[in-house]
């Protein structure tokens, strides 16, 4: 049901006058009609990262008042915390990993039924090696005009993890959270480079049975500061962080998440399944909002990303360098220091329906999570489905998204409307291999190394486990 909040009324009669006032005849067309809210005051909270942006920029231009929300912004440690300050209700909903709905959900790590009804973005994440192994990789790295051939591809690191072994160093990386994007894009581009990342299992977490690279948690804004003491070489990331080693002169970027997989899936915003089914109301609001925020970021050729910038570089929010910042969130991406190449859609939050919850996208990352044993057990294909429907949400979504057409805030023709809430099948990975999330157990088996059909960690019979 729409009700008029009396605080928006009065809100709205304010700048009626003033536009009355101004010698205006009329008020714009584009009036939001507020939902009865059950809760307006909201706590939100998220990661120094650049993909927080449809938070800020909902909250900074008003469209969470717009929808008579009352929220504020708050930045966590890590995602740990984030995830269980959601679960225990001290956050309302919170900017997530797309790992983390679905690993709550199914129990891996915490158990909780958590939900998402919006995706924050596509892109955004990068690999970064340190300038040592950065020179010990360029040898390996075919080169055109005096620079390197992007995307760079893990075999050229593979001679330099093998030479890390033979001289008995373990060759360390980071990403930032077990169910993270980045450790499943990590493992992607090492294991299409025939490099072994690691398997979980349920008696050992730390991902690295059977690895050739020792990958561990760092928290984001650590990477740089991690990667400088000689505490990892590598690791993947979110922005600033990548650019970040760039500007410090640290480290080099070797490949985005573009090149690794283009236009994949990164963050979603994730409230506990009970909040959206006790406050519907208010879980259409905050979507609305945020369509809006992905939007203004994206539209007009992404017009307005050094005003994001200028938002985001706030202590606040993300806290880094507008310049930092700006490197990456518009339209460009620097590698090598002066290597600064165009990337239009390193950072995407609204075209390519970004914005909309593909039960396709919350496949892939099981798919992952099963490849490397944090899914012990074979699961059927209807399983995959069954997880994807009951965490990712796109009624809710194509609800508010309907609400916003009917508000003139946005086209018909920029939602999926009859869509499945499958993609199409796509190769656009570094490998070639086709993905479909129709078929997630022949994806699996397609790949080169990873677990396949009904094989375990631990299993004893071990050759099951060789590459």
């Given at each position: 049901?729409?009700?008029?909040?009396?605080?928006?009324?009065?809100?709205?009669?304010?700048?009626?006058?003033?536009?009355?006032?101004?010698?205006?005849?009329?008020?714009?067309?584009?009036e939001?009609?507020?939902?009865?809210?059950?809760?307006?005051?909201?706590?939100?909270?998220?990661?120094k990262?650049?993909?927080?942006?449809?938070?800020?920029?909902?909250?900074?231009?008003?469209?969470?008042?717009?929808?008579?929300?009352?929220?504020t912004?708050?930045?966590?440690a890590?995602?740990?915390?984030?995830?269980?300050?959601?679960?225990?209700?001290?956050?309302?909903?919170?900017?997530?990993?797309?790992?983390?709905?679905?690993?709550?959900?199914?129990?891996f790590?915490?158990?909780?039924?958590?939900?998402?009804?919006?995706?924050?973005?596509?892109?955004?994440?990068?690999?970064?090696?340190?300038?040592?192994?950065?020179?010990?990789?360029?040898?390996?790295?075919?080169?055109?005009?005096?620079?390197p051939?992007?995307?760079?591809?893990?075999?050229?690191?593979?001679?330099?993890?093998?030479?890390?072994?033979?001289?008995g160093?373990?060759?360390?990386?980071g990403?930032v959270?077990?169910?993270?994007?980045?450790?499943?894009?990590?493992?992607?581009?090492?294991?299409?480079?025939?490099?072994?990342?690691?398997?979980?299992?349920?008696?050992?977490?730390?991902?690295?049975?059977?690895?050739?690279?020792?990958?561990?948690?760092?928290?984001?804004?650590?990477?740089?500061?991690?990667?400088?003491?000689?505490?990892?070489?590598?690791?993947?990331?979110?922005?600033?962080?990548?650019q970040?080693?760039?500007?410090?002169?640290?480290?080099?970027?070797?490949i985005?998440?573009?090149?690794?997989w283009?236009?994949?899936?990164?963050?979603?915003?994730?409230?506990?399944?009970?909040?959206?089914?006790?406050?519907?109301?208010?879980?259409?609001?905050?979507?609305?909002?945020?369509?809006?925020?992905?939007?203004?970021l994206?539209?007009?050729?992404?017009?307005?990303?050094?005003?994001?910038?200028?938002?985001?570089?706030?202590?606040?929010?993300?806290?880094?360098?507008?310049?930092?910042?700006?490197?990456?969130?518009?339209?460009?991406?620097?590698?090598?220091?002066?290597?600064?190449r165009?990337?239009?859609?390193?950072?995407?939050?609204?075209?390519?329906?970004?914005?909309?919850?593909?039960?396709?996208?919350?496949?892939?990352?099981?798919?992952?999570?099963?490849?490397?044993?944090?899914?012990?057990e074979?699961?059927?294909?209807?399983?995959?489905?069954?997880?994807?429907?009951?965490?990712?949400?796109?009624?809710?979504?194509?609800?508010?998204?309907?609400?916003?057409?009917?508000?003139?805030?946005?086209?018909?023709?920029?939602?999926?409307?009859?869509?499945?809430?499958?993609?199409?099948?796509?190769?656009?990975?570094?490998?070639?291999?086709?993905?479909?999330?129709?078929?997630?157990?022949?994806?699996?088996?397609s790949?080169?190394?990873?677990?396949?059909g009904?094989?375990?960690?631990?299993?004893?019979?071990?050759?099951?486990?060789?590459?």
């Amino acid at each position: 049901m729409k009700l008029w909040n009396p605080k928006q009324v009065i809100k709205n009669s304010v700048m009626s006058a003033a536009l009355l006032l101004a010698g205006l005849s009329s008020v714009s067309a584009q009036e939001t009609q507020l939902l009865d809210v059950e809760k307006d005051e909201l706590k939100f909270g998220f990661i120094k990262l650049t993909d927080m942006a449809p938070l800020a920029v909902a909250y900074e231009l008003g469209y969470f008042e717009d929808e008579g929300l009352f929220v504020t912004l708050e930045p966590q440690a890590n995602w740990k915390v984030l995830l269980d300050r959601v679960i225990t209700g001290e956050l309302d909903g919170a900017h997530m990993l797309a790992g983390q709905p679905l690993a709550a959900t199914i129990g891996f790590g915490t158990k909780a039924h958590i939900v998402t009804p919006l995706s924050m973005d596509l892109n955004g994440n990068g690999i970064t090696v340190s300038n040592e192994i950065w020179e010990m990789m360029k040898e390996h790295i075919p080169h055109e005009n005096g620079k390197p051939v992007h995307p760079i591809k893990a075999d050229a690191l593979k001679p330099v993890v093998e030479q890390f072994k033979e001289e008995g160093k373990p060759f360390n990386m980071g990403m930032v959270f077990p169910v993270s994007t980045h450790n499943y894009e990590l493992r992607y581009w090492l294991a299409a480079g025939d490099i072994h990342p690691g398997y979980y299992s349920p008696t050992d977490v730390s991902g690295q049975i059977m690895a050739d690279a020792l990958l561990s948690v760092t928290p984001p804004p650590q990477m740089p500061a991690t990667l400088e003491a000689g505490t990892i070489y590598g690791y993947c990331v979110g922005e600033p962080w990548n650019q970040q080693a760039v500007f410090k002169g640290i480290g080099v970027p070797v490949i985005t998440d573009y090149e690794l997989w283009k236009n994949n899936p990164e963050k979603v915003f994730g409230l506990t399944k009970e909040f959206t089914e006790e406050n519907p109301n208010t879980t259409l609001a905050v979507v609305k909002a945020m369509i809006r925020a992905a939007k203004w970021l994206d539209e007009n050729d992404n017009a307005n990303r050094m005003d994001a910038v200028e938002i985001l570089s706030r202590s606040e929010y993300v806290g880094a360098d507008a310049e930092v910042i700006a490197n990456s969130m518009t339209g460009t991406f620097e590698y090598e220091k002066g290597d600064k190449r165009e990337v239009p859609d390193f950072n995407v939050f609204y075209r390519y329906y970004a914005t909309y919850p593909f039960y396709s996208d919350a496949i892939w990352y099981l798919t992952q999570m099963r490849r490397w044993g944090q899914i012990a057990e074979p699961k059927d294909d209807a399983w995959y489905d069954e997880v994807a429907r009951s965490v990712y949400q796109p009624e809710i979504y194509l609800t508010a998204a309907r609400l916003l057409v009917e508000e003139g805030y946005v086209d018909e023709a920029d939602f999926p409307w009859d869509t499945d809430g499958y993609r199409e099948p796509t190769s656009d990975f570094i490998d070639g291999i086709e993905f479909d999330g129709r078929a997630p157990n022949a994806y699996i088996d397609s790949l080169t190394i990873g677990l396949k059909g009904k094989q375990l960690v631990g299993d004893t019979d071990v050759s099951l486990l060789v590459k």
